[in-house]
């Protein structure tokens, strides 16, 4: 194995991870404490945007990756927390039981019951749904558990064994000599209708190149529409064959450069203000430019 495929399996959910940090920086994650009227702590711009970036990167990395780096950076900020529930009455959300099939391995699941979703954290750092709490914790040590706005979109049922290897989302290319072969989609997720969270996506046949099969190049064009904003987006991926980490899949096509073409309507009016062209060889420099545009403030 070459320092380069060291270097690069690293950098996925490091890089991952540095985002959630930038994303998260501003929540203050304590819902459970206060009624799930959509978190009085943030804007209805910041929600969107953070509600967007959310499902940008579960496009990107896959509802595995992606739940499991949430879930790392989750219990950073879980060690920050210091205030207590103060009283059982407080919590406020809801405890859903889990279908046995459905079990999440990245630890969003109560500690005790193994059933439900878990709420809080108990004087032993174990996490626990309301019920359990009640009934094993003392109310003065339990804290609240810090969940992120967007949390619920990284909680997913998860995948063991077998299931976890070919769980991750394929795309399917057939050759002109009649070979197909399924590749995993990766980050090439954002772009692709099945995967994709941008609004309003319509894409063109995505177009193949390289001199291996193996190693295969992918251009896509995609057009996004979100409010009187559209962007237009021609990116290339290339394949990497090699897993990340202990996923037991190869990580996919990886994003490898785009240019992006920005457009705005102004309201009450036909005509389109001149567009902006941007060049991006950094996947969340792309993903900033893009969601800023659709989501955020039209002031």
Same mark, same amino acid.
């Given at each position: ?6 270097q690069? =399996?690293?950098?996925? =959910? ?8 930038r ?15 959509g978190?009085?702590?943030m ?15 579960i ?9 499991a780096?949430?879930?790392?950076y989750a ?14 009455s ?9 279908p046995?099939?459905?079990?999440d391995?990245h630890g ?25 709490a ?12 810090? #969940?992120a %706005? ?13 299931e ?23 980050e090439?997720?954002?772009?692709t209708e099945l995967?994709?969270?941008?609004p309003g996506?319509?894409t ?9 099969r ?15 904003r ?28 785009a ?9 009450g ?10 060049e #991006?060889?950094?996947? %969340?420099?792309?993903l900033d430019t893009?969601?800023?545009h ?6």
């Amino acid at each position: 194995m070459s320092p380069t495929t060291v270097q690069t =399996r690293q950098t996925a =959910r490091a890089r991952l991870l540095a985002e959630m940090e930038r994303l998260f920086a501003a929540d203050a994650g304590l819902g459970s404490l206060v009624p799930y009227n959509g978190r009085p702590d943030m804007s209805q711009e910041a929600k969107e945007l953070q509600q967007a970036w959310a499902r940008s990167l579960i496009s990107v990395h896959g509802y595995d990756r992606a739940a499991a780096v949430y879930s790392q950076y989750a219990g950073q900020r879980q060690n920050t927390v210091t205030a207590t529930v103060g009283s059982w009455s407080n919590l406020v959300l809801a405890c859903s039981p889990i279908p046995r099939w459905d079990r999440d391995i990245h630890g969003f699941m109560c500690f005790s019951c193994i059933d439900t979703f878990a709420t809080v954290v108990d004087a032993d750092d174990e996490p626990l749904c309301n019920r359990c709490a009640r009934e094993h914790a003392a109310v003065e040590t339990t804290r609240p558990q810090w #969940h992120a %706005y967007s949390h619920s979109r990284f909680q997913f049922p998860g995948l063991m064994g077998e299931e976890r290897k070919s769980g991750e989302s394929k795309l399917l290319i057939r050759y002109q000599d009649g070979e197909e072969r399924a590749y995993v989609t990766g980050e090439a997720g954002l772009l692709t209708e099945l995967t994709s969270s941008l609004p309003g996506l319509t894409t063109d046949p995505a177009q193949t190149h390289g001199d291996s099969r193996d190693t295969i190049s992918l251009t896509v064009q995609a057009r996004t529409e979100h409010q009187r904003r559209t962007a237009e987006i021609l990116a290339t991926f290339a394949y990497d064959p090699e897993p990340e980490q202990w996923e037991g899949h190869a990580y996919g096509f990886r994003f490898t450069s785009a240019r992006l073409t920005t457009r705005s309507r102004k309201l009450g009016h036909l005509d389109i203000a001149d567009p902006a062209i941007t060049e #991006h060889t950094d996947l %969340y420099q792309l993903l900033d430019t893009l969601i800023t545009h659709l989501y955020g403030s039209q002031k």
